[in-house]
């Protein structure tokens, strides 16, 4: 006949006070508050905690205590594997890390895949406050965020009013791209984009689509190349805009192929980020185009992806986006105005980028 298994009562900091003849407080303090001791004390406090199988405070009970959860909570726009997959995603994940590191909290991480409507994660977090990476407007985890009393500081998406964020001037950058493009000579122009909104589009993006794109980054790179070609002589009405929902090298390939089946005559690809770039590379490649001979490509972030690939492209520091925000929310304390910090970007002309063809070239050439 089996016996019910006896389980030992763990110490409590209140037995280890006891058994060592000092005050809770002093034990409390060698967890909590090490500088109030002496180093000799604290000693004695935690060999004897080991001994008697006590774990240290309740990390619940202290939280309640001092309202305080030691955490940072990181509201993503995809999937939870997408922080460590997506080179952009990493970089500020990095950055966010090492601003609670040096804080000495946590970081707890909130997907918010693109098509969930429940937002039980967010109000369950235990965190002090939030980083909102790169969310649509609409996204109903973004009104749970705001709608908790805690600080909240953005990245990238969406513009709030009242509310902290980080991001590089995105307009500024992607008018460098296209001064870049059309100052070499392209007329014939197609553009791949990240997605527009929660709703799934892997095709051509309409000029209704692209002017209520919830994902406000987008829609800023969208008009500001829009603007930069009608200033060229480009009709904005005849530039393919090629949609992708998900994030992949492969997704830029598709993309690619989806918009030079449609429109062969197209010389140069802009891209909104650099994966979609990478995936127009294979994709040329794939159809025996020559980069950039026979085609331009040029992207949008500066990952080492891309560095690599020689890719034209714009650099943010995607490290110090994470860290910034990372910062900002730590050392919000009372302050009541929110604060913007704009990110320098750069456009790195690289291997990946030149004039177009002649028509006798195209004729005559390989």
């Known amino acids: 006949m089996n016996r019910p298994m006896r389980t030992r009562r763990g110490a409590t900091l209140a037995s280890l006070a006891a058994e060592l003849g000092v005050s809770r407080t002093t034990v409390s303090n060698a967890y909590n508050r090490p500088d109030q001791l002496s180093p000799e004390l604290r000693r004695r406090v935690l060999e004897t905690a080991r ?11 202290r939280s309640l205590r001092t309202r305080k959860a030691g955490a940072v909570g990181l509201l993503l726009t995809e999937n939870l594997s997408y922080a460590f997959r ?108 990240m997605r527009l909104g929660r709703d799934r589009n892997d095709s051509f993006a309409s000029l209704d689509r692209q002017k209520t794109a919830h994902y406000h980054v987008q829609r800023t790179r969208l008009a500001a190349l829009a603007r930069t070609f009608e200033a060229a002589g480009v009709d904005w009405n005849t530039v393919p805009v090629v949609e992708r929902f998900d994030h992949t090298v492969d997704d830029g390939a598709t993309a690619a192929r989806q918009l030079l089946d449609a429109h062969p005559r197209v010389t140069a690809l802009i891209c909104t980020s650099d994966i979609l770039a990478l995936g127009a590379l294979a994709e040329a490649g794939r159809r025996g ?66 004039p177009p063809r002649t028509a006798e070239e195209q004729w005559f050439g390989p």
């Open 51 to 61: 001994r008697l199988g006590y774990p240290g405070p309740d990390p619940v009970a």
């Open 86 to 193: 997506d080179p952009a995603a990493v970089g500020v994940l990095e950055g966010l890390a090492l601003a609670c590191e040096d804080a000495g909290v946590g970081l707890h991480l909130v997907p918010a895949s693109p098509g969930r409507e429940e937002v039980a994660a967010v109000h369950r977090a235990g965190v002090d406050g939030f980083v909102v990476y790169s969310v649509p407007d609409d996204d109903p985890h973004l009104a749970a965020v705001l709608s908790r009393p805690v600080p909240t500081v953005v990245v990238d998406q969406p513009r709030l009013d009242g509310v902290d964020r980080v991001s590089p001037d995105d307009e500024t950058a992607i008018v460098r791209v296209a001064e870049h493009v059309v100052g070499l000579g392209h007329r014939q122009i197609g553009v791949l984009c």
């Open 289 to 354: 185009l020559r980069v950039p001979a026979d085609l331009t490509i040029t992207g949008f972030d500066g990952i080492a992806e891309a560095s690599r690939a020689g890719l034209t492209t714009v650099h943010q520091p995607v490290l110090e986006k994470g860290r910034a925000a990372g910062k900002l929310l730590l050392e919000a304390g009372d302050r009541v105005s929110p604060k913007v910090i704009t990110l320098p970007t750069e456009l790195r002309v690289g291997t990946t980028s030149a």
